[in-house]
DNA sequence: CCTTGTGTTCTCCG
DNA sequence: CCGGAGAACACAAG
């Protein structure tokens, strides 16, 4: 489950790898992963070359020289980006919990073949990830859906405040919506609400404004954290070198039902489905 | 059965 | 009856 800062781990190693590089051929094994015209996809992409790698929330932007479109690349649960020079793996994404698997394997379903012979291989488990062309018209509409997100200038108190501003849902909804707050997902969302404080099924209006600083602050914080550990490896998640995440170790109650809280040692981390999502919070010091 | 990110559909309310 | 918000569902596969 790749979220802001998997992705943007990811985002930072293959930059270096793939910028400048020219497609030599697509391979595409499943078309239902691509999401927009598939010969046009094809025949855009050959001969293209990458000038550009960003993100915006969960979400890959793959700029391209000729053509007049990006690329776009959504992992959405066990996508992985995975790139291949010779026989070293040098930049992952989502994987199976061992590093020793084959290139390209049966979740291996678009691959590019860069000019010099390296190769960047599209894996997808559950095929929930796509690919997809976007013109300029229509990354301009996919970009204004997405909201603020930690890290980005535009991440301050008062934005924060006036995202949340009238909302009638809980605060854990509201960090998983997307148009609100870009980036963060189900472990985040849960580890920056026990980072705060506050549980996570308090409706926005009961929030006292000292709750709705400290929820920004760790926000900015926790998803700080988690990249420079290099994302959270909870189940297979890979990180670019071929190595798990190192965030686990600092996950707080995702994952930790059952077990005492690490914060104030007596609450018993529970867990609840909320929002539609898997919930876990410490009963006793989130309030 | 469960798991999740997001797009779609349903339902509620003023 | 409308629009908007939010909840619920759909998707896929292990």
Not at 117 to 131: A, C, E, I, P
Request: with cysteine; net charge positive; charged share 25%.
């Amino acid at each position: 489950m790749p979220e802001l800062p998997e992705v943007e781990t990811i985002r930072r190693d293959l930059v270096e790898k793939i910028t400048g590089k020219k497609i030599k051929a697509v391979t595409v094994n499943l078309r239902r992963l691509v999401k927009s015209d598939y010969e046009t996809f094809v025949t855009t992409l050959t001969g293209n070359t990458v000038t550009a790698l960003e993100r915006r929330g969960k979400l890959m932007i793959i700029s391209l020289k000729k053509g007049g479109y990006k690329l776009l690349v959504h992992l959405k649960m066990t996508g992985q980006l995975i790139f291949l020079q010779g026989k070293k793996v040098v930049a992952g994404g989502h994987s199976f919990a061992s590093m020793d698997f084959d290139l390209p394997n049966k979740y291996s379903y678009i691959i590019f073949e860069f000019a010099d012979g390296s190769k960047l291989f599209f894996n997808d488990m559950r095929t929930f990830g796509y690919m997809k062309l976007a013109d300029e018209a229509e990354m301009k509409k996919i970009l204004a859906t997405y909201g603020i997100e930690p890290l980005q200038p535009e991440f301050t108190l008062k934005n924060f405040r006036v995202a949340l501003d009238n909302r009638k849902t809980s605060i854990k909804a509201a960090l998983l919506n997307q148009q609100l707050f870009s980036g963060i997902g189900n472990i985040y969302a849960d580890e920056i609400c026990f980072a705060a404080g506050v549980l996570p099924q308090r409706i926005i209006a009961t929030l006292h404004d000292d709750e709705v600083k400290k929820l920004h602050r760790a926000s900015s914080a926790v998803i700080k954290r988690a990249i420079a550990e290099r994302g959270t490896t909870f189940n297979s998640y890979i990180d670019a070198e071929g190595r798990k995440g190192n965030f686990l170790s600092f996950l707080k109650v995702f994952g930790r039902q059952g077990k005492v809280c690490v914060r104030c040692k007596t609450g018993i981390i529970k867990k609840a489905k909320h929002a539609g999502r898997g919930t876990h919070w410490c009963p006793a010091c989130q309030r």
